[in-house]
């Protein structure tokens, strides 16, 4: 994951390298996903301060004198971070032992420049974005590209991210340097993975002359909706009627001939079908936050979901228990038992009057949660629905 992600630097390139893959395939849909609102997740808040502690520790090694000291007090700075996890500084490491291996290969010191801006709307309008690591050495540019995720693989062969970004350096580089050849590698060590592809400059140019006219047509919000797996971080993908139409066209089953489906009907049902979880949830969480909003998706509404319980304290409820004669080895499991459990354990009669009357059970209201129009439970208003957030 590149730093690209950071909001602030994503707003500003319509076409961000990042998402590079998804607008080359459907090109109208980075000005379509303009009229939604960019979101974050603690995935990639996690990522961020991930790349935050491989910058400390590139800079460190490559880039400025540091002493070790100057070095702790910023890593244990970030290492107040709530996302903060200790397996980041093994992982990191992974990606600094990396470079340090190329850079060690060459025979005299590299140029080495860490969370670089670089700018390519030379082929693809006002694109720019930030590479993790660019490193030059003799005839060879080095594009490195951190990924903290741990999802899927991402494979660096052809990654039209990395190339966009192999374009803006070349021609910023290309001056000062006489580069022949491009590697780019995507290291992910959550996943161990290393993947690395190499090229010439002759490709990389061919390449982009060929995705440029593409970049325009996208940048003008042009071309045709083609739906498939890039849809997954389309902000517009809950409502996007070219996806939208690829599914209901998978439940319309008398489209397809009877008696029996095909082999390669079931192939093109499985490969469509997969999606339909992610996409049926993204239009799910879609209408939800338009209930809460006070607007209408009708047939629909949102209810206060299943509620939960918890002890005021756990240790005086326990004591209390001790006290009333429950053995303590009812209550333990290795872990402390949940409310739930303690009941079951207890049984109703006893729970009632030992903990839930004696006022060490609090009752938390359910998070809302969308419902059929015919759910008994009333719906949740607007104004409740600003408590819950
Ligand atoms: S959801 Fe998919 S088909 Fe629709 S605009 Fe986004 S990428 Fe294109």
Same mark, same amino acid.
């Given at each position: ?35 939604f *609102?960019?979101? /974050?997740?603690?995935? !990639?808040r ?6 935050? @502690?491989? #910058?400390?520790? +590139? ?8 002493s ?63 590479v ?45 340097? *006489?580069?022949? /050849?491009?590697?780019? !590698? ?7 993975? @290393?993947? #690395?592809?190499? +090229?010439t ?78 996409w ?16 209408e ?82 719906s ?10």
């Amino acid at each position: 994951m590149s730093k690209e992600i950071a909001h602030s630097e994503r707003a500003h390139a319509v076409l961000s390298a990042s998402a590079s893959q998804r607008w080359l395939m459907c090109t109208p849909s980075v000005r379509l996903e303009e009229q939604f *609102p960019d979101s /974050t997740s603690d995935f !990639a808040r996690e990522g961020t301060l991930a790349h935050e @502690i491989a #910058e400390l520790k +590139l800079r460190k090694y490559f880039i400025e004198p540091m002493s070790q000291r100057t070095f702790n007090t910023r890593l244990n700075k970030m290492k107040k971070h709530e996302l903060y996890q200790e397996e980041m500084l093994k992982h990191t490491d992974t990606y600094l032992e990396y470079l340090k291996g190329i850079s060690l290969s060459l025979p005299s010191a590299p140029y080495v420049a860490v969370e670089k801006r670089i700018n390519y709307s030379a082929y693809a309008p006002d694109g720019f974005g930030t590479v993790d690591c660019l490193m030059v050495g003799g005839d060879t540019l080095y594009v490195t590209d951190f990924k903290y995720g741990k999802g899927v693989a991402v494979s660096a062969d052809n990654n039209s991210q990395m190339k966009l970004y192999a374009l803006g350096a070349y021609l910023e580089y290309s001056f000062l340097y *006489p580069i022949k /050849t491009i590697k780019l !590698a995507i290291i992910q060590p959550r996943l161990n993975s @290393i993947s #690395e592809f190499d +090229l010439t400059v002759k490709e990389l140019l061919a390449w982009g002359d060929e995705m440029k006219p593409i970049a325009k047509i996208a940048f003008d919000g042009n071309g045709d909706f083609v739906p498939g797996e890039h849809c997954k971080f389309c902000r517009a993908k809950s409502k996007c009627r070219a996806r939208a139409e690829e599914f209901s066209a998978l439940a319309d089953f008398t489209a397809i001939k009877p008696p029996l489906l095909t082999d390669e009907e079931v192939g093109q049902m499985l490969e469509r079908g997969q999606h339909v979880e992610s996409w049926v949830k993204a239009l799910k969480d879609y209408a939800l936050g338009q209930c809460l909003k006070g607007n209408e998706i009708p047939g629909w509404k949102a209810v206060e979901g299943r509620g939960s319980r918890s002890f005021v304290n756990q240790d005086k409820a326990f004591a209390h228990l001790k006290e009333k004669g429950i053995d303590e080895a009812l209550l333990f499991d290795r872990v402390p038992l949940t409310v739930s459990k303690i009941e079951k354990v207890l049984k109703k009669k006893e729970f009632t009057s030992l903990l839930d009357e004696a006022g060490h059970i609090v009752k938390s209201p359910g998070k809302p949660t969308l419902a059929p129009a015919g759910d008994k439970r009333k719906s949740v208003s607007p104004d409740a629905s600003a408590d819950f957030s």
